[in-house]
């Protein structure tokens, strides 16, 4: 049986004021599933301080995929064990569509997670061009592909895949849960052995109106929620959906 997951990625968004009024407002009596809180880089002191006690972790929204040198700017993985974070999202789209990141550089972020210990939450998805041109298993799999190459061994061991379709990130627009559900399964396939006991979390505007029937799919473990994850009490229902 997989744990159910809801993972909250607050973009560029919140302050330290935001940080204390979300975490006072948040009640998560009820929600059995693992929650994760992904704030923005000099936010995760604070936000760390906060999740002691409540039983959620601390996650990054992205990282460096070297170890450490002159790479201005950039924040590596042993950076943020130092600070309490065991996830970090890898590949989010934002990333891959407005800076660039390639699939292998992608992988070179998962890689490098992964080995200093963090748990990588590997966002993959397809844009509506390659939906409607029906190349979406095509894309997701050549961006699984890219990280199973680069690496070795079991890779997926310890591993979280986020299916977000690119169309479906902040547009209010989400995939159907049959959509959504094909995708899902078609990665656990690709997966392979290890695909069982893997989460697969679904983005893409998910809320409390849609995350129960998208949840009740088989492959749906949880969910990745960008928006709805600023408003403390509308996030708990979505968590308490997931289980
Ligand atoms: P959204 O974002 O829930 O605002 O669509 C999801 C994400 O980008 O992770």
Not at 118 to 136: N, W
Not at 213 to 242: H, K, M, N, Y
Request: glycine share 14%.
């Amino acid at each position: 049986m997989r744990t159910p997951l809801v993972a909250a990625n607050w973009k560029m968004n919140g302050s330290r004021e935001f940080a204390e009024q979300f975490f006072a407002a948040l009640d998560l009596e009820g929600a059995t599933a693992e929650v994760v809180i992904c704030p923005s880089f000099p936010y995760l002191p604070q936000v760390g301080e906060k999740l002691k006690g409540m039983g959620v972790a601390l996650g990054a929204q992205n990282l460096s995929q070297e170890t450490s040198g002159a790479f201005t700017g950039e924040v590596s993985a042993g950076m943020l064990l130092d600070f309490g974070v065991r996830y970090a999202i890898v590949g989010h789209s934002e990333r891959r569509s407005l800076y660039g990141e390639s699939s292998e550089l992608v992988a070179g972020k998962f890689l490098a997670a992964q080995s200093a210990g963090l748990v990588p939450i590997l966002c993959v998805g397809e844009t509506l061009q390659e939906r409607e041109a029906e190349r979406t298993l095509e894309v997701i799999g050549s961006q699984l592909q890219a990280v199973a190459e680069a690496g070795s061994g079991n890779i997926w061991g310890s591993a979280i895949i986020a299916y977000e379709p690119v169309w479906a990130i902040g547009t209010g627009k989400t995939a159907t849960p049959e959509q959504a559900q094909q995708v899902h399964g078609f990665i656990r396939g690709y997966l392979g052995e290890a695909g069982a006991a893997v989460q697969i979390l679904y983005g893409g505007s998910v809320k409390s109106g849609n995350a129960a029937t998208l949840f009740a799919q088989p492959d749906i473990d949880g969910a990745l929620v960008g928006g709805a994850s600023l408003d403390a009490e509308e996030f708990a229902r979505i968590c308490r959906a997931a289980g």
